[in-house]
């Protein structure tokens, strides 16, 4: 088949960009393995502006006329846009199907000829957000339950239906890459890149892009209170942080890629960790296995809302055990104790679980063992396939409306929310409930409850109708039944 390709991130010949230019690398490979055609189009940039062939069958076109960095791809010229929708359309009428990873491009309808596959990569980025809720296609991929129940609960009001066309295909682990690499010395190659470093007794790693949802700032803070309850004991950690690829194109000096850094190192002075904490150049993907080797511990403890993080896993992978934040995807993908979960912005409990993880043993195999059976390299690009090449085009979804909240409806806790043993934790509020009452409220709520069965435990429609309104609760059809195809 010819499967055309759209994405908005860069597709580079070596380095990646981030955790979903990963797969839809791995992706494009394996397609073009098994015998596809395909021909990815993807954004120019000063660093990445010829085509080349990524892998037997493969042609990477950074032909996008976009803003190079992100966010804000869209950021540009309105010629540009028609330049877009022409290279598109001209691509997706020669191709079997058409694949828009994450979501990004807006316009769904460009060949109605053509069966349309589309993925939401993340489910927050505005503009993954305007793709998804324009979403009326054939058939929707996402990473993991926890953002397909996202999604199936953002979609409850007004398009319920797309839970019918909506797969779950959990991002792959490929474990012949990301193995445990202890070398008696480090490849000169990733030597150079990380220069020289801090001596430590234990290293702390936070391979995450400048986001400072991320964590970054988290990192240092957790960095500075694991070195000062290990100093009694004469031990010493540092803190790697590498410089994201996008570093050296974007060219606005107060951008977050370029002031993330300086604000980290800043703080951490301020905590006097300052000799502790070393940011180096970018990992390219092949060296990432050792990266992830060297360390004793790496750090996923932001609060951004992850789709699906595939730090953690290649972290565990590599044989280093990962401290996560119950935050979005995190909260769900890994089970302890394959990974030490704390509540976002816990600073004591995230320091106890780092030196646990620096001084316990770490059951890798078994690991490894959980990661291949549940996050399955093989099965993730097999599941794409077929969908891809069995994709055909379907009438579009049509909207409805549910009416407003009354006392017959019913509701549930929203798949973004959940209880961190602090309060209810709210991804999309980055922010967590304390009111004992709303608590309460939530809690009835796990489960599918009809409104009449809250009001008769006291609570009134109005406490009802504003959760819904904060997001913390969602409404369902009429016989309090989400469709689940996942």
């Not at 597709?11 to 596809?36: C, D, T, Y």
């Not at 660093?47 to 069958?57: G, T, V, Y």
């Not at 109005?462 to 609760?473: K, P, S």
Request: net charge negative; proline share 6%; aromatic share 8%.
């Amino acid at each position: 088949m010819k499967i055309c390709i759209f994405s908005v991130g860069p597709v580079f010949p070596n380095h990646v960009h981030g955790g979903s230019q990963k797969i839809l690398r791995e992706l494009a490979i394996h397609l073009g393995s098994v015998g596809h055609e395909v021909r990815v189009l993807c954004t120019r940039r000063p660093d990445n502006q010829m085509p080349f062939e990524l892998a037997s069958n493969v042609e990477i076109l950074p032909t996008l006329r976009l803003k190079p960095t992100y966010p804000e791809p869209y950021y540009t010229a309105p010629h540009n846009i028609s330049h877009l929708i022409s290279e598109v359309t001209r691509n997706v009428e020669n191709s079997d199907v058409f694949y828009i990873h994450d979501a990004e491009l807006p316009f769904h309808d460009l060949n109605c000829r053509t069966p349309t596959v589309v993925s939401f990569r993340d489910f927050v980025y505005p503009d993954t957000l305007v793709g998804a809720f324009g979403f009326r296609r054939d058939e929707l991929i996402l990473s993991c339950k926890y953002v397909a129940s996202c999604v199936r609960d953002a979609f409850a009001q007004i398009l319920p239906d797309i839970m019918s066309r909506t797969h779950v295909v959990p991002n792959g682990i490929n474990l012949s890459h990301f193995r445990p690499i202890r070398l008696g010395k480090m490849n000169s190659e990733l030597a150079a890149l990380l220069g020289e470093l801090p001596p430590a007794d234990y290293t702390l790693l936070c391979p995450h892009r400048p986001d400072r949802r991320k964590g970054i700032l988290e990192c240092v803070a957790i960095a500075a209170e694991v070195q000062r309850r290990l100093s009694s004991q004469g031990k010493t950690i540092r803190l790697l942080i590498p410089r994201w690829i996008d570093s050296t194109v974007a060219t606005e000096s107060l951008h977050e890629y370029q002031s993330i850094y300086s604000e980290a190192l800043s703080s951490a002075e301020n905590l006097g960790i300052a000799e502790r904490v070393h940011v180096h150049d970018w990992v390219p993907y092949a060296l990432m296995p050792e990266y992830l080797s060297l360390g004793d511990v790496t750090l996923s403890v932001g609060n951004f809302v992850e789709a699906f993080g595939n730090v953690h896993l290649e972290s565990v992978a590599c044989g280093t055990p990962a401290v996560v934040s119950m935050v979005a995807a995190h909260a769900y993908n890994l089970p302890e104790p394959i990974v030490r979960k704390v509540a976002y912005g816990d600073i004591p409990a995230s320091a106890h679980a780092v030196i646990r993880s620096c001084i316990e043993s770490f059951d890798f195999n078994s690991a490894r063992t959980y990661l291949a059976k549940n996050f399955s390299f093989p099965a993730m690009l097999a599941g794409y396939e077929r969908i891809l090449t069995s994709s055909t085009v379907k009438s579009p979804l049509k909207l409805r409306n549910l009416d407003s909240v009354n006392s017959h409806g019913w509701v549930r806790l929203a798949a973004w929310c959940r209880h961190d043993g602090h309060g209810i934790y709210n991804d999309y509020a980055y922010d967590r409930i304390s009111q004992t009452r709303r608590i309460n409220l939530a809690l009835a709520a796990r489960q599918a409850v009809r409104v009449s069965c809250l009001e008769n435990s006291g609570f009134s429609l109005a406490e009802i109708a504003r959760e819904i309104d904060d997001g913390v609760l969602v409404q369902l059809n009429h016989d309090g039944q989400a469709m689940e195809h996942f």
